[in-house]
């Protein structure tokens, strides 16, 4: 990593209030841009979101803001209404408040004298979606945006369903870290010592789960449509950059975006990334200079300088090259390669029988399959991939190809078509296809879940005749990942995914017809390739941040088996960056668990929560803590929710909320 001192222009910071159409909320910003941009306006780029930037996203800003304003730009950091140092109530994830606010604020910064009148938008995850989103509102001044891990169908690939299946282990683990994210209270640095107090009180009455909403639109509403750009691509004008992972769970969001822009406005990046920014040298690598890669991308769109960057292919990915299993890798071999087209020209499909046997296979998966799926979102920690599937496999049904001929690339997104019956009106289906090694070891390469249930749909719940036969078909997730020669190609069925994938009420089993039943790979040629290079990542000189080191180390991901209860027990440490002390003398201290439990042989002993505790405090006396509960249940009927939230101002009781819902099992 290359650290910048010195730009081409002196940059300087300044924190400022960006009013919104209603008269009476004012968002609080913090702008980085060229001294001399009063008499040479710039372009301004925003990167707008929940995280605050006065502390958890700060030692993230201060890499890349202060980098684009060296290179000429106005770069502003927004809170989005209700969190952080802004002013108003926190409402739901995307709502059209928070984009109306957005526009308000793209519009504000056009007007400002030291801009150009014209506007970019980035960020990664929640600030890549509404990027996404209020480009499909077109505000006049917005002309680029570059979206990172993000997404366009807020259903179907996001935190909270998945094939029309209940996302059990981030439906539940989101909603409670947003509860608790969105119980921090402002900071008196910024909005006044009288007034953090107040606004915290306002914004604590205001909570509500977010786990009650998302559990309420079980199937593809008008609640989903909103906010998921695929309903209709055309509304975008600007130039969408789209970037993503291969181990971060949004990747295809990229495939989808370059194949329904238009060609001259949109680019894709996929690497191998995690759920990281791609110049952040988090694992897997290899990271790449993602700032210089973005500054040709603003410098087309915003500057009208002809910087190349729409001579590059359509989309770039990354390939990699066939490893063991492991739950981390600091850097992964393999390639880039470059295709004009998507779907490419160079990608064919290659449909392979699962089986010659015209006999039905009998899949019934104890309930704790998926305990080895790995992080729904790889964070860059040590325990986030799958380890060695061979425990999995041992779970599921499988189908091995035999030994390869010769080495495979895959490129897209896999297909899987089942002949098959349900024992039971409600049903999963989940298929992972891995790479078997002579030895054995089972690397997964990508997987794919349907609830039955929506298999015409996932607007409608159709519920299965057991005793008849029908053919599902269903898509994995995207991948870029070759398989050599010697090593067998499986695809294992499982009906059960625990915790990704919320069980249903009654324990089921599959019939699979191997015959009458496929897997489709895309399968790119191999040949030649025009070189595809990236710069050496570089980045602003970082904030002086000072990590804890825990005195007492937990386990990130900690598997345990009550052997006489048949009861399995997953505990996972999120480690989204621990206790941290900043150069201001805020102290930021952060701990959360996740723990989630079944018996292997009863699906309704699944049992999931969430425990966050965050304490903000400063030696001018300010000291707020946080402590926050998230609970998921299910009977056969209804999902059972409680959650709470206690507040504390120097010790003090401020607030005390609990909730307690439950809401019918339409799909779940």
């Known amino acids: 990593m290359k650290y910048r001192e010195q730009f081409e222009r002196r940059v300087v910071r300044e924190d400022v209030w960006i009013p919104t159409r209603d008269g009476r909320t004012r968002l609080h910003a913090r702008v980085w841009r060229p001294a001399d941009a009063g008499a040479d306006p710039v372009p301004a780029l925003l990167e707008y979101l929940p995280y605050r930037k006065s502390d958890w996203t700060a030692p993230r800003d201060a890499q890349r803001h202060p980098w684009y304003a060296g290179h000429g730009y106005a770069s502003v950091r927004v809170d989005i209404r209700g969190h952080g140092d802004s002013e108003g109530l926190p409402g739901d994830e995307y709502d059209a408040q928070e984009l109306a606010d957005g526009v308000d604020v793209v519009n504000w910064l056009a007007a400002q004298p030291w801009c150009t009148g014209k506007v970019g938008m980035f960020g990664i995850s929640w600030g890549g979606f509404n990027s996404l989103q209020i480009a499909a509102l077109a505000p006049e001044p917005l002309k680029a945006i570059v979206t990172v891990c993000s997404t366009d169908d807020r259903y179907d690939n996001d935190v909270h369903y998945t094939g029309g299946a209940v996302l059990g282990i981030d439906m539940l683990a989101w909603a409670g870290t947003m509860l608790a994210f969105a119980a921090r209270p402002p900071d008196p640095a910024s909005v006044g010592a009288d007034r953090w107090l107040p606004m915290w009180r306002d914004r604590l009455d205001a909570l509500e789960p977010f786990l009650h909403t998302w559990l309420d639109h079980q199937q593809r509403d008008d609640y989903w449509k909103h906010g998921s750009v695929c309903e209709d691509y055309t509304a975008i004008d600007a130039a969408v950059l789209a970037v993503g992972g291969w181990n971060d769970p949004y990747r295809d969001t990229v495939l989808r975006l370059v194949e329904h822009l238009p060609g001259d406005r949109v680019r894709g990046i996929v690497g191998p990334w995690s ?16 700032l210089q ?16 960057v729409m001579d590059e292919p359509l989309l770039r990915a990354w390939i990699t090259d066939p490893v063991p299993p492991a739950t ?14 998507w779907p490419s020209a160079k990608v064919r499909w290659d ?12 899949v019934r998966s104890p309930q704790h399959t998926g305990l080895d799926a790995g992080r729904f979102f790889p964070f860059g920690n040590a325990s986030d991939l799958p380890p060695d599937q061979r425990e999995e496999d041992g779970r599921s049904v499988c ?40 030895d054995g070891s089972s690397t997964l390469v990508t997987r794919g879940v349907l609830n039955l249930l929506s298999r015409h749909g996932r607007d409608r719940a159709v519920e299965w005749t057991p005793g008849t036969y029908e053919d599902v078909e269903f898509e994995l997730t995207g991948i870029g990942y070759a398989v050599p020669a010697g090593h067998r190609i499986r695809v294992a069925v499982s009906d059960t995914y625990w915790p990704w994938v919320w069980p249903h009420a009654e324990r089921g089993e599959l019939r699979i017809v191997p015959a009458r039943s496929v897997v489709e790979l895309p399968l790119r040629e191999r040949g030649p390739e025009p070189p595809i290079r990236f710069e050496e990542p570089e980045q602003a000189v970082p904030l002086d941040v000072t990590y804890d080191r825990p005195a007492e180390p937990t386990p990130e991901r900690l598997v345990t088996h009550d052997v006489a209860k ?22 930021y201290e952060e701990d959360a668990r996740e723990t989630y439990r079944v018996r292997s042989d009863d699906p309704l002993s699944a049992h999931a929560v969430s425990r966050w505790r965050i304490r903000l405090r400063r030696g001018d006396g300010w000291d707020a803590e946080i402590m926050a509960r998230t609970e998921l249940r299910a009977t056969h009927a209804d999902f059972v929710m409680d959650s709470r939230v206690e507040a504390r101002a120097n010790g003090e009781t401020v607030a005390k909320r609990a909730w307690h819902r439950t809401t019918p099992r339409t799909s779940g």
């Open 399 to 438: 189908f091995d190809s035999e030994p390869l001929g010769e080495r495979v690339e895959i490129l897209g997104r896999p297909r899987v078509r089942l002949r098959l019956d349900s024992a039971v009106p409600r049903a999963h289906v989940v298929a992972r296809l891995c790479d078997v090694a002579p």
């Open 275 to 290: 759920h990281q920014y791609p110049d952040r040298g988090l694992p897997p690598g290899p990271a790449i200079g993602f």
């Open 566 to 587: 048949g009861e399995w027990t997953l505990e996972v440490d999120p480690n989204y960056g621990g206790s941290r002390t900043y150069p201001d003398g805020l102290r």
């Open 328 to 341: 981390s890798y600091d850097v992964l071999p393999g390639r880039w390669v470059g295709d004009t087209e």
């Open 351 to 362: 449909a392979r029988p699962l089986g010659a046997g015209a006999a039905p296979v009998l």
């Open 293 to 308: 890669e973005t500054l040709r991308w603003w410098d087309q769109h915003l500057k009208g300088i002809d910087t190349g």
